[in-house]
């Protein structure tokens, strides 16, 4: 092992940056070459890569974003797209490839994997959290902290003006964020993809919590659950009580990455690094109970994450 790429792909995540230079500080350390490949699976396709030192990646342990950039590659599904990929790292002398992505790049990975021999390290990186294996991605922790923080503001206006508020998170199909979050912000309601509710029950808990002497309160709603304008039109109609919605949106993307996010991103990174040295299979770097492992790359991608319900019991009883 000589030369090793790495390249970021999908959704930025809080911490990508921080994952890029503890690869290529500790490739370096290692005596090995690091290319950078830009734009995601694009820059595989259409041969963008630099050469990376540890000062060229000085003073980005702090910032959001990627400095590789990233996208989503529709050329990537194609077989002709995972060919010229292929071609391009036999062209670099790339003998290991760091994928630092979220469940598509490492799909998109799996795929590349049919085109070529060299072995692939994925390091999970969205703010989703929906990586199979794994129990916490490098940028998790910042969306989850940058949408406590609104929440926080929010409260004070819903309690000023005796209103609910739909607070509408990111995490696509998964409730991830919404789960933390929810949580952490001690939202009175909850609604998640994973669980099927009706309108009634919001609706119920709403009413319960007027009963209580609860005049106000914070419904965290997934985007993934579907229409939340609706849902908090439905919630003022049904209720009496106004509502407002307030959809979060891409500040959950950026942002520096709070501690947590970089602590995962020197040690994850750091192990990709070991794992492309030592290991023969593809595999990607997890955490599991504390612990830094790995799985194979193959059934990190054949699986689903669960989604811990028992959270939602603890934030509905902590709500009351
Ligand atoms: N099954 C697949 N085959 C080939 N490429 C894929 C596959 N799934 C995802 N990809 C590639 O990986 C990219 C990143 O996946 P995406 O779901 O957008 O983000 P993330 O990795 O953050 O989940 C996609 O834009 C696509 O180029
Ligand atoms: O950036 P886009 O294409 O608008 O996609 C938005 C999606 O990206 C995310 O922010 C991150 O998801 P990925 O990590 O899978 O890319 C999702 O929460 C959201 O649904
Ligand atoms: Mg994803």
Redesign the pocket.
């Known amino acids: 092992m000589k030369r090793i790429g790495i390249v970021t ?3 930025d995540a809080p911490g990508m940056n921080a994952a890029i230079r503890a690869v290529v500080r500790a490739a370096h350390t290692k005596d090995l070459e690091i290319v950078g490949f830009e734009r ?2 694009e820059g595989l396709i259409n041969n963008k890569c630099r050469l990376l030192s540890p000062r060229s990646v000085s003073g980005i342990l702090q910032f959001g974003g990627t400095i590789l950039h990233t ?4 050329e ?2 194609t077989k002709d797209g ?1 060919q010229k990929s292929a071609e391009t790292l036999a062209f670099n002398r790339i003998d290991g490839l760091v994928v630092i ?8 990975a799996q ?1 590349l994997s049919k085109e070529t021999d060299i072995r692939i390290a994925g390091v999970p990186a ?1 703010i ?1 959290n929906d990586v199979y294996g794994n129990d916490e991605t490098i940028g998790f922790d910042t969306a989850v902290n940058t949408a406590v923080a609104e929440i926080d503001k929010i409260r004070d206006t819903a309690a000023s003006m005796d209103r609910v508020f739909v607070v509408e998170v990111m995490g696509r199909t998964r409730g991830f964020i919404a789960l933390a979050v929810g949580l952490a912000s001690g939202a009175e309601t909850i609604l998640v993809p994973e669980v099927k509710f009706t309108i009634d029950d919001v609706v119920g808990t709403v009413k319960q919590n007027v009963q209580k002497g609860k005049k106000s309160g914070i419904i965290v709603a997934a985007e993934g659950i579907g229409d939340t304008r609706e849902l908090s039109r439905d919630v003022e109609k049904l209720t009496g009580i106004e509502s407002r919605l307030s959809v979060l949106g891409y500040a959950q993307r950026g942002g520096n990455p709070t501690a947590r996010s970089r602590y995962l991103a020197g040690a994850f990174g750091d192990k990709a690094v070991e794992l492309l040295l030592e290991e023969r299979i593809n595999s990607i770097i997890v955490l599991q109970n504390g612990k830094v492992t790995t799985i194979s790359l193959e059934e990190s991608v054949r699986n689903k994450k669960p989604l811990d319900l028992s959270l939602l019991d603890l934030a509905r009883m902590l709500a009351t």
Request: hydrophobic share 30%.
């Open positions: 792909s999908g959704g995601g699976w996208s989503r590659c529709l990537f599904w995972l992505g979220g469940d598509g790049s490492f799909n998109g795929a969205t989703d």
